[in-house]
């Protein structure tokens, strides 16, 4: 294991009513002004946006509604928010949605407080920002741990980029399955593998010798697969649910990273995937692991043998390091299918296969990945992925 500092700034309310329980004595910390910032309708429907908008109220803070958060965000929001919030001198920001509002919101966070424009910072000038507008969190979509650290995924549409930036870390974070119960069930299962995704990518990382984190990311992999496979006897499994909320914070809270150069080589391939086709998140990491992973799996022989025993509950019995690894990586995409997610890009609705040159051209290419690809052999997997 690699030497490591580990601290972390969120505080975490979990359970049934944990907004009703908290949310009074959080506010009283906060500025005057609170912008309440979420995606489209999906709240309001389903009645959390009154909620919420009635907690505000009761703590006599004047509320900047900030709405129409897009599943990928994209950096013209982030400066629209950020514009706002400076206009309207906002003390506190209060993001209530899945992962995209909260990523949109950690980089609204940083823009309102940096003059210099946070993309040309981190990506030309290397600096990051150090002052934020606080801000919390209140999740309704879980699987993308974002309420848990304080990187976010932006799309640049101007440049065609899909890519981490660095803004503000949430001061609490608000886990109630009851406010996820409205997704529709797609949604719930995409989220779900995003959280297996990222504890793979982890996994996958250097050192190649089994660590607590390795191990700690094997029992987190375990639960998911086991409550998605619940979910699909019963959406509304609310216990099955709840474990997922919680194995979904516990991917991205770095705790599964302490001692690791992390993988992510099939998430920065499906990030520059969703910046020129906007594609679901969750469903194109399913149809890009298994793929990735038959490219991979020889140099990482060890560790994928070990995920197929461990996590797969696949016996070695009979089988060489190699086949067994090879196993683990079916049974994953065996796996894509029994849970309905696609396992061609066709089948996610993609149509236009000129994208996938500039896809492999411009995706970010790991240094943790057991196996550095090749630009080539980025174009190979994702035309295998094609069909």
């Given at each position: 294991?690699?030497?490591?500092?580990y601290?972390?700034?969120?505080?975490?309310y979990f359970?049934?009513?944990a907004?009703a329980k908290?949310?009074?004595?959080?506010?009283?910390?906060?500025?005057?002004?609170?912008?309440?910032?979420?995606?489209?309708?999906?709240?309001?429907?389903?009645?959390?946006?009154d909620?919420?908008?009635?907690?505000?109220?009761?703590?006599g803070?004047e509320?900047?509604?900030?709405?129409g958060?897009?599943?990928?965000?994209t950096?013209?929001?982030?400066?629209?928010g950020?514009?706002?919030?400076?206009?309207k001198?906002?003390?506190?920001?209060?993001?209530?949605?899945?992962?995209?509002v909260?990523?949109?919101?950690?980089?609204?966070?940083?823009?309102a407080?940096?003059?210099?424009?946070?993309?040309?910072?981190?990506f030309?000038?290397?600096v990051?920002?150090?002052?934020?507008?606080?801000?919390?969190?209140?999740?309704?979509?879980?699987?993308?741990?974002?309420?848990?650290?304080?990187?976010?995924v932006?799309?640049?549409?101007?440049t065609k980029?899909?890519?981490?930036?660095?803004?503000?870390?949430a001061?609490?974070?608000?886990?109630?399955?009851?406010?996820?119960m409205?997704l529709?069930?797609?949604?719930?299962i995409?989220?779900?593998?995003?959280?297996l995704?990222?504890?793979?990518?982890?996994?996958?990382?250097?050192?190649?010798?089994?660590?607590?984190s390795?191990?700690?990311?094997?029992?987190?992999?375990?639960?998911?697969?086991?409550?998605?496979?619940?979910?699909l006897?019963?959406?509304?499994?609310?216990?099955?649910?709840?474990?997922?909320?919680?194995?979904?914070a516990?991917?991205?809270?770095?705790?599964?990273?302490?001692?690791?150069v992390?993988?992510?080589?099939a998430?920065?391939?499906?990030?520059q995937?969703?910046?020129?086709?906007?594609?679901?998140?969750?469903?194109g990491?399913?149809?890009?692991h298994?793929v990735?992973?038959?490219?991979?799996?020889?140099?990482?022989?060890?560790?994928?043998?070990?995920?197929?025993?461990?996590?797969?509950?696949?016996s070695?019995?009979?089988?060489?390091?190699?086949?067994?690894?090879?196993?683990?990586?079916?049974?994953?995409?065996?796996?894509?299918?029994?849970?309905?997610?696609?396992?061609?890009?066709?089948?996610?609705?993609?149509?236009?296969?000129?994208?996938?040159?500039?896809?492999?051209?411009?995706?970010?290419?790991?240094?943790?990945?057991?196996?550095?690809?090749?630009?080539e052999?980025?174009?190979?997997?994702?035309?295998e992925?094609?069909?």
């Amino acid at each position: 294991m690699k030497d490591f500092i580990y601290s972390y700034p969120t505080k975490v309310y979990f359970g049934d009513k944990a907004a009703a329980k908290m949310l009074p004595a959080e506010l009283a910390k906060t500025g005057k002004t609170v912008m309440l910032a979420y995606g489209k309708n999906s709240i309001k429907k389903s009645g959390v946006y009154d909620e919420i908008c009635g907690y505000l109220k009761e703590a006599g803070k004047e509320i900047v509604d900030f709405p129409g958060i897009m599943p990928n965000p994209t950096y013209k929001k982030v400066q629209e928010g950020a514009a706002l919030a400076k206009e309207k001198n906002v003390d506190f920001i209060l993001a209530v949605g899945g992962g995209s509002v909260i990523d949109c919101c950690k980089i609204i966070a940083a823009q309102a407080a940096a003059e210099k424009d946070i993309w040309e910072m981190e990506f030309k000038d290397h600096v990051y920002p150090t002052e934020f507008l606080p801000m919390g969190a209140i999740v309704t979509a879980s699987g993308t741990g974002a309420e848990m650290n304080n990187g976010a995924v932006i799309t640049n549409e101007d440049t065609k980029e899909k890519a981490g930036v660095l803004g503000a870390y949430a001061e609490f974070a608000v886990l109630d399955v009851a406010y996820t119960m409205s997704l529709p069930p797609r949604q719930v299962i995409s989220g779900a593998f995003d959280t297996l995704s990222h504890s793979m990518e982890t996994y996958l990382g250097s050192p190649r010798e089994v660590t607590l984190s390795d191990e700690i990311a094997e029992a987190v992999m375990r639960n998911v697969i086991r409550n998605i496979r619940l979910l699909l006897k019963d959406i509304n499994d609310k216990e099955a649910r709840t474990e997922l909320m919680w194995a979904s914070a516990m991917a991205e809270n770095g705790i599964l990273k302490i001692g690791k150069v992390t993988d992510f080589q099939a998430h920065q391939i499906e990030h520059q995937l969703g910046a020129y086709t906007d594609c679901n998140h969750g469903q194109g990491l399913a149809v890009i692991h298994p793929v990735l992973y038959r490219h991979i799996c020889k140099d990482g022989v060890r560790q994928f043998a070990r995920m197929a025993q461990m996590v797969w509950e696949i016996s070695p019995e009979g089988k060489s390091e190699e086949e067994l690894a090879e196993a683990g990586i079916e049974a994953l995409a065996e796996f894509v299918k029994e849970i309905g997610l696609p396992s061609t890009f066709r089948d996610m609705g993609i149509t236009d296969k000129s994208v996938l040159k500039k896809v492999a051209d411009t995706c970010n290419l790991t240094a943790g990945c057991c196996k550095k690809l090749s630009r080539e052999e980025v174009l190979e997997i994702l035309e295998e992925c094609w069909e």
